[in-house]
């Protein structure tokens, strides 16, 4: 350790840089632009995933939505092409029969004219439970949601989407406390609500929707103890994936389905395409890691190629020293460290020049809408930091391993002779 911290050793090193200072700085210019554009694809490969995940974020994305569809095949005496209906009675039947669920929320909804004052308009009326508020992303702005003593009881009330003030209400008028007409019904308006998920940012209906209680719903509309929909959540550690099967066979029974029609009930894995996104953010991770790789190869062998000259025009001053007594060890060491200081000094210049880079781009970005943007805080991790920091370390022992070598096989005296 000590002959590593000589310092004759380093101003010899130190020297040999400035000697064709231009050259140097060009050799290193490969390294600087490979590890500046692996830290940059990095960090943007990491901003996407933070932005499509906070996308995601408020959305219980271990889930999975199940709906009736028209079956494709007899069973039991019941013909194909025929229509049946999701009734409660399969909430409970799910509940019993699947373990590992947190949340299976029954729901309802129909488009229909929604009147308030002289205003109205075609909208989306979605009967939900308590629960349903735990497994989507939307953000309160006015009032509260649907609770449960609005199930129990079967009130009349309703959370709007913030998008139907404007077709709805004039200019400052109150909303919370105020009444709305769903198919002649008086319901009172208890909450304003915006849908922050990526359906809600992209597309304005998501915006116009009208919450009410699921119960209330199937009352007033007469659905009876019809379901239109399940919208089912797994526990934490179990994956609604795996158990999705066991979903499906327990409504199959329950409508007497035959179990090789897949087409009867339809379903979405919002937690497969999920995972989906994962592979992709990992994919991206490593093509990043890739072409950086390449790039700080190609300036790595430049390096190499450098300190081969370097080698050449110094035959005669390592004759000289090998003549002096200067062991191969003591040549092929100061070799090496020439090339690993160039290597890590360029390197570390083109992370903090990315650095540099990145925290302007942030500072522009923190100033956008979060939820109108895919790549959010496009940053490296300090253990990243480091990682590259020992990548530059190798590969700057590997550009001088070949002129070390090639230094410790000369022999003196015609090092010595050299012109």
Known sequence: MSSMMNRDLWKEILASLKSNVLRTMVTAFGVFWGIFIMVLLLAASRGFETGIKHKFSGIATNSL????QKTSMEY????????????????????????????????NDFNTNIVHGLKSGSF????????????????????RYVN??????????????????DELYEKDEPVIGSYIQIKGVNFKVVGVYKDTSIEGNNNVQ?????????????????????????FITAEDGQSVSKLKEQIIDVLQKNHKINPLDKRAIG?????????????????????????????LLSGVIGISNIMLIVIKERTKEIGIRRALGATPYVIKKQILL????????????????ATLLLSLVNI??????????????PTVSISTVLLLFGILIIFGLFAGMIPARKAVKMKPIDAIRTE
């Open 267 to 295: 379903n979405f894995d919002l937690n497969s395409q999920f995972e989906k996104f994962n592979l992709l953010f990992t994919t991206l991770t490593a093509v990043s890691f890739f072409v950086g790789l390449m790039i």
């Open 364 to 377: 522009w970005i923190d100033g956008l809408d979060p939820f109108e943007i895919m790549v959010i805080n």
């Open 124 to 143: 989306n009326v979605e009967g939900n439970t308590a629960q349903f508020l735990t497994q989507i992303a939307i953000k309160l702005t006015q009032g």
């Open 65 to 68: 939505f199940v709906w009736a």
């Open 206 to 230: 998501a915006q116009q929707k009208i919450h009410i209680p699921f119960n209330t719903f199937s009352q007033v509309f007469n659905m009876a103890d019809q379901v239109n929909y399940f």
């Open 338 to 353: 020439e090339s690993v200081f160039l290597t890590v000094l360029s390197g570390m210049g083109g992370i903090s020049f």
């Open 148 to 165: 449960q003593e609005d199930i129990d009881q079967k009130r009349k009330v309703a959370v709007l989407g913030w998008a139907l003030i």
């Open 76 to 107: 039991q005496g019941m013909p194909k092409n025929r229509w049946y209906r999701f009734n409660l009675k399969d909430e409970q039947a799910i509940k019993e029969n699947v373990k590992g669920l947190k949340v299976v929320s029954p729901r």
